[in-house]
């Protein structure tokens, strides 16, 4: 479990999420992140799906969202609080403990973390 | 050294009874049947599945077809590349004859999916994404709603063209009697379908199908012996792209189609204005218009001005999906991209019957995961 939402930098400045053993855009290791859980970003598309694998809420709208931090866009995708969503609108991260049942999936239990953020719609203004 | 394709079979595509090896069985003798030469001449095996351990726990599907066919003791391996499996093993039977390591490859693609829910399938086949991804219930189709929505808002495409797609593929299906869907569907019916994967409703997905489909594979100059009727392989190149898709920064273009494409019609010599007829792979609506533009068949954002005109319409300039695609084919994972050659080797070689355009070129793109691996392949009638 962790309550942070972390991009990797690397040294060009090339921001990804996740990160990866080296930097998709210029193959150099990175060497910083950013916690992008304390910032607002932008859903650049969604979708409200209503067949969802077993452990998954039903409907699940999911969001991709991009996140401006010093000039570099960062993209995220994730759950929404809600199947209001609209692209262009502003959101913010939100942590829950599980998103899905990690009992129900084919995915070991253990193979991976089952935490993380939802994105919330911020009230412009 | 050329290599030729000189059968090809196919079984029908639909909810079979059938388990996979049973299904590999009946595609891997028709094509056998085809040849005018001993099976024993037989050097390779190969076996496109993508998960036959996780949908019947059955593993080692490539030895027990081997053994199932008389082809005992060609070398075999299973090639799993998820839905582009299919591509992915005419790559490998294609080098196993170019290399010279094989005088005569035998390649089968197969899936059995229906004996599961909907449900349990969509999770198996969700398992090939990033974990990020997979937490937050992720799927196939959802990608497809999310990318849809990215490109309809992008380029100010009316929803009806993605069920043109639709209703052009089930048109072409009606007259493939192996597909799955037989029936032609009108405009309505698409978009007054339920919705899956907003703005995707059932209707702009592919079904999910049991099916298994044969090719066989020799040096061009060898082909004569086998059969009278045959097509060389004038390119094929595979390429990735993103494991985590949401981390493309373009989402209406897929680089993984964008590089096979290329590197394939660089290798055949050919470009896009040269393509007679092409098989997509159509999991979604939204994917046809994604591979006719990444491919050059279309400019960028305007494949589905030419799908609303009927270019790509069997009795169009550039007919796509002439069996019916995986929309009304039906899309058992490994068998999909080998089916994608049958259709292609059947026009080239003028037996598709109803279905029949004029062609001589023809190219296949077969696409995996949401464009996170594919294989293009482009196809030349051979005489």
């Known amino acids: 479990m962790s309550e942070t939402l972390l991009a990797h930098r690397c040294p060009n400045g090339h921001l990804h999420y996740p990160g990866h053993r080296v930097c998709p855009d210029c193959g150099v290791s990175p060497t910083g992140t950013v916690d992008l859980s304390n910032r607002e970003g932008t859903v650049r598309t969604w979708t409200t799906n209503t067949a969802t694998p077993p452990g998954v809420r039903e409907p699940n709208t999911l969001a991709i969202v991009a996140f401006e931090v010093d000039g570099q866009t960062v993209q995220v995708v994730g759950q929404t609080t809600t199947d209001d969503v609209e692209t262009g609108q502003r959101v913010r991260p939100v942590y829950v403990e599980r998103l899905r049942d990690p009992e129900a999936g084919i995915r070991h239990r253990e193979s991976q973390d089952w935490d993380g953020y939802r994105f919330e719609p911020v009230e412009s203004g | 050294m050329a290599v030729a394709i000189v059968a090809a079979n196919m079984t029908e595509f639909g909810q079979r009874e059938s388990w996979l090896l049973e299904l590999l069985t009946e595609a891997g003798e028709g094509c056998l049947q085809e040849m005018a030469a001993d099976r024993t001449a037989v050097e390779h095996c190969y076996v496109s599945n993508m998960a036959s351990g996780e949908f019947e726990g059955q593993t080692g599907v490539a030895n027990a077809l081997a053994a199932e066919l008389g082809l005992v003791p060609a070398y075999t391996a299973r090639v799993d590349q998820t839905s582009a499996s299919g591509g992915a093993g005419i790559y490998t039977a294609w080098q196993s004859v170019a290399s010279g390591a094989s005088e005569l490859t035998l390649l089968v693609g197969g899936e059995k999916m229906t004996h599961v829910s909907t449900a349990e399938s969509t999770d198996i086949i969700a398992s090939l994404t990033h974990d990020v991804e997979y937490k937050h219930g992720v799927t196939l189709p959802s990608f497809a709603g999310l990318t849809a929505r990215a490109y309809l808002e992008r380029y100010d495409a009316p929803r009806e063209s993605l069920a043109e797609v639709a209703v052009k593929n089930h048109a072409n299906g009606s007259l493939n009697p192996r597909a799955q869907f037989q029936e032609t569907v009108d405009r309505e019916t698409v978009l007054e379908s339920p919705v899956v994967a907003d703005p995707l409703r059932l209707y702009d997905f592919c079904p999910i199908t049991d099916g298994s489909a044969a090719l066989l594979f020799c040096p061009a100059e060898d082909a004569a012996e086998y059969t009278d009727e045959y097509v060389t392989v004038e390119g094929i190149a595979g390429a990735t792209d993103s494991h ?138 051979g005489r």
């Open chain 2, 244 to 381: 985590a898709v949401h981390q493309r920064t373009e989402p209406t273009v897929m680089n993984g189609v964008v590089e096979s494409g290329a590197h394939a019609m660089e290798q055949a010599d050919t470009g896009p204005a040269e393509i007679d007829v092409a098989e997509l792979h159509d999991m979604f609506t939204i994917l046809e218009f994604l591979q006719m533009e990444g491919l050059g068949l279309a400019p960028q954002g305007r494949a589905w001005e030419q799908v609303m005109e009927g270019r790509t319409r069997r009795d169009g300039e550039l007919p796509v999906n002439t069996s019916g695609g995986l929309k009304s084919k039906g899309h058992p994972l490994g068998a999909t991209g080998v089916a994608q050659a049958v259709e292609l080797y059947e026009q080239l070689t003028g037996v598709a019957g109803d279905r029949q355009v004029d062609a001589e070129t023809g190219l296949a793109c077969n696409v995996g995961g949401f464009g996170n691996c594919v294989t293009t392949t482009v196809l030349e009638g």
